[in-house]
């Protein structure tokens, strides 16, 4: 676990350093460049952690014996990433190459999002960690492709331009299918929650939450083999309600600092990603499974908490303000690391602790 907490201590304390003490351009870049050699390197040279790990070795191996036919044939649903392992396989790259380049894709959108939208970058790559959007990297791969791709249809979602985000939606629901049926999110995000619509949203769960298993059963001749499989693994059993506790303080949070957002367009898509955050992890208490829809919507908190803390910076730099400020930052930076040490406790798709590559070698004669 040393290396997970050593990362949360050097990368706060340099981004404080340099985008917080040292305000500047090119400050933000070197700090942020760092992060990204940091992350890829921690996910990329991991070694048998993540409950996927070896399904996803097994892919990459099988994927160098099977032709592109076979792919579209038995993965037409979500072809992109079994394609994308058949041409690294086909080329001789090793599955920890793969790795490699796989995260640096990952972590390069993940650093220029930050880059581009975030207030407060050192916040934003401490929220990254506590938050378990650097343990979903290196469980749920495929998912992780698809927040990429979810990260980079937001500025479209913000100014509303929805062919180039259908596009991105659709490509990344190519790798990992969970992102098309949020589609729906680009006319329910930017939408104003009325008393009206919350209660509609609140049947709606409800119901949907009552009535998931006979409704799957409905549909499940009708769509592919894995959704028949995920009903024998330990994913379709159901988690405690200690699970939605972070996404219910989550929402909590956003709900009452949501006048320090000035830009109405923003307040409203944080209020809601906030909120649909939350009713997306009640159903964890149905289907743990459920959770990964949960991941889109929240990867908004990394750029929506940096905006309320800077709210307080302001012009006003007297004492009062400046201590102000101090506990807005220390309150956010305490569900944070709440959030990491429930994680870790939990075991969080078992990616905790930490084990590399040289710790393989050094306990493996081969």
């Known amino acids: 676990m040393i ?24 400050n933000t870049i070197f ?3 760092i992060v990204f050699f940091i992350f890829t390197a921690l996910s990329s040279f991991r070694y048998a952690i993540g409950f996927d790990y070896f399904s996803y070795r097994d892919i990459y191996v099988n994927m160098s014996v099977w032709t592109f036919g076979d792919i579209f044939h038995y993965c037409w649903y979500e072809p992109l990433f079994f394609i994308v392992c058949k041409l690294f396989s086909s080329i001789g790259c090793s599955f ?3 790795l490699l380049v796989i995260n640096t894709f990952l972590f390069f959108i993940a650093v220029k999002f930050i880059y581009r939208y975030s207030k407060l970058p050192w916040m934003s790559v401490y929220l990254y960690i506590t938050l378990q959007f ?7 791969i495929r998912q992780s492709i698809a927040v990429a791709f979810f990260l980079l249809a937001y500025p479209y979602l913000k100014n509303r331009k929805l062919l180039p985000f259908s596009i991105l939606f659709l490509i990344g629901g190519l790798f990992h299918n969970s992102l098309l049926f949020l ?36 549909l499940l001749p009708f769509l592919p083999e894995k959704y028949v499989l995920y009903q024998t693994k330990v994913f379709w059993n159901s988690n405690s309600f200690k699970y939605i506790v972070p996404s219910a303080t989550y ?20 209020l809601n990603s906030a909120l649909y955050t939350f009713l997306i992890s009640l159903f964890i208490t149905k289907h743990f499974i459920l959770e990964r829809f949960s991941i889109y919507p929240f990867a908004l908190s990394l750029i929506a908490i940096p905006e309320i803390i800077v709210s307080y910076q302001g012009k006003d730099h007297s004492k009062r303000n400046i201590l102000t400020y101090h506990r807005v930052v220390f309150l956010f930076l305490l569900f944070g690391g709440l959030y990491f040490l429930f994680s ?16 393989k070698s050094s306990s493996s004669p081969n």
């Open 251 to 270: 929402c909590i949070l956003m709900y009452l600092f949501r006048n320090r957002i000035d830009d109405p367009k923003k307040k409203t898509i944080y």
């Open 183 to 218: 589609f729906p999110f680009y006319f329910l995000l930017p939408k104003k929650t009325t008393k009206k619509l919350l209660g509609i949203l609140l049947v709606l769960v409800l119901l949907g939450y009552f009535l998931f298993d006979p409704v799957f059963s409905l």
């Open 134 to 140: 650097l343990a979903y990297n290196m469980n749920l």
């Open 31 to 33: 700090y942020l460049t």
């Open 96 to 98: 920890q190459i793969f």
């Open 344 to 359: 870790v406790n939990e075991g969080f798709h078992n990616v905790y602790p930490y084990v590399s590559l040289l710790d």
């Open 3 to 26: 290396i997970y907490y050593l990362t949360i201590l050097v990368l706060s304390g340099l981004g404080f350093l340099f985008t917080e003490k040292k305000k500047g351009v090119k």
